[in-house]
């Protein structure tokens, strides 16, 4: 089997075709949902229909105006098998409208547990001889926790599928800094992760510079940005907080290289929820307007931000 394009690589074409740096999270939280998507809904297999539905809708809102969106798999999970098979479903309806999929699912294990982790989300399954996908997601969130034998199954499997990972460095949550900046040998704990991250992708850096092995690196620290950039300079960078998580977007422009790339932003409830704006149609069409409507403005106002700065890469 041929190996498939670098992950990396791949990104910064949908980045540039888009001409957005935006990735959108899909969080079917059952209460964000139009209230129309759960009439008469009364088990496990019904609500995930709904919230297939939903999701379906945002990214066919979505299509070509971002390069990427981010499905969260606990929404999915919550559901049960049914849940599951939803998730799969709309990874693949999401590759099929041209989109990166980014699994957000932050696990974190070692040797088989991780390899079985890494197969689910990246690779494949041998059966009688044959190789099946199970996800095919495109890239999947991983914690750094165990330490870095932990993440190298999963680096493994990535590299031979073409796919990526980003490893959580310093997450936009609140409470993240209790152990994220927590001082080791002279430096915040998180620097010493970003050195882990650079690190392991050396062996995986594609043509355009960047490796297969990014970070997550939340919005809402802009001022730990410079250094981050600087101790991971070929890592791609997966920046969440922007919208609800109250990151500005003129902060996002930190967070970018030299030649305008390097970073993705993503928003979720501020993309998903644009339903609520909408008037007119049926609940999946006010799902579908509302999201385009969302991302459009979104990217404009990242473009405003960037010109500004000097960033704006088109």
């Known amino acids: 089997m041929a190996p498939a394009a670098h992950f990396a690589d791949r990104l910064v074409e949908r980045v540039d075709a888009a001409r957005s740096h935006l990735v959108v999270g899909l969080d079917p939280d059952l209460r964000e949902l139009p209230p129309e998507l759960l009439d008469g809904a009364s088990t496990l297999a019904e609500a995930a229909a709904a919230v297939e539905a939903f999701a379906t809708a945002v990214i066919d809102g979505v299509a070509g105006l971002v390069p990427a969106v981010k499905p969260q798999s606990a929404f999915f999970e919550a559901l049960g098998s049914a849940g599951v098979a939803a998730l799969e479903r709309v990874e693949e309806r999401a590759r099929a409208a041209g989109l990166l999929v980014i699994e957000d699912a932050?696990?974190?294990?070692?040797?088989?547990?991780?390899?079985?982790?890494?197969?689910?989300a990246l690779g494949r399954v041998r059966v009688d001889g044959h190789e099946l996908t199970v996800h095919d997601a495109?890239?999947?969130?991983?914690?750094?926790?165990?330490?870095?034998?932990?993440?190298?199954?999963?680096?493994?499997?990535?590299?031979?599928?073409?796919?990526?990972?980003?490893?959580?460095?310093?997450?936009?949550?609140?409470?993240?800094?209790?152990?994220?900046?927590?001082?080791?040998?002279?430096?915040?704990?998180?620097?010493?992760?970003?050195?882990?991250?650079?690190?392991?992708?050396?062996?995986?850096?594609?043509?355009?510079?960047?490796?297969?092995?990014?970070?997550?690196?939340?919005?809402?620290?802009?001022?730990?940005?410079?250094?981050?950039?600087?101790?991971?300079?070929?890592?791609?960078?997966?920046?969440?907080?922007?919208?609800?998580?109250?990151?500005?977007?003129?902060?996002?422009?930190?967070?970018?290289?030299?030649?305008?790339?390097?970073?993705?932003?993503?928003?979720?409830r501020s993309i998903a929820g644009g339903w609520r704006a909408e008037t007119e149609g049926d609940a999946l069409t006010r799902v579908r307007e509302g999201a385009a409507r969302a991302a459009a403005a979104t990217n404009a106002t990242l473009a405003d931000a960037l010109g500004a700065a000097g960033r704006l890469r088109w």
């Open 138 to 268: 495109d890239a999947v969130t991983v914690s750094p926790y165990l330490g870095p034998e932990s993440l190298e199954p999963m680096v493994d499997v990535a590299r031979r599928f073409g796919k990526g990972l980003f490893v959580l460095v310093r997450t936009s949550n609140p409470g993240s800094a209790l152990l994220q900046d927590a001082p080791v040998d002279g430096e915040p704990l998180h620097a010493r992760v970003a050195a882990m991250v650079e690190d392991l992708g050396r062996g995986g850096v594609g043509v355009r510079g960047y490796a297969d092995v990014g970070a997550v690196t939340g919005l809402t620290y802009p001022e730990q940005a410079p250094a981050l950039r600087a101790l991971m300079p070929h890592a791609y960078l997966l920046v969440p907080g922007l919208g609800a998580q109250g990151g500005r977007p003129e902060d996002f422009a930190l967070f970018l290289d030299d030649d305008g790339l390097g970073a993705l932003a993503a928003a979720s």
């Open 106 to 120: 932050k696990r974190g294990d070692i040797g088989n547990t991780m390899a079985a982790y890494a197969t689910a």
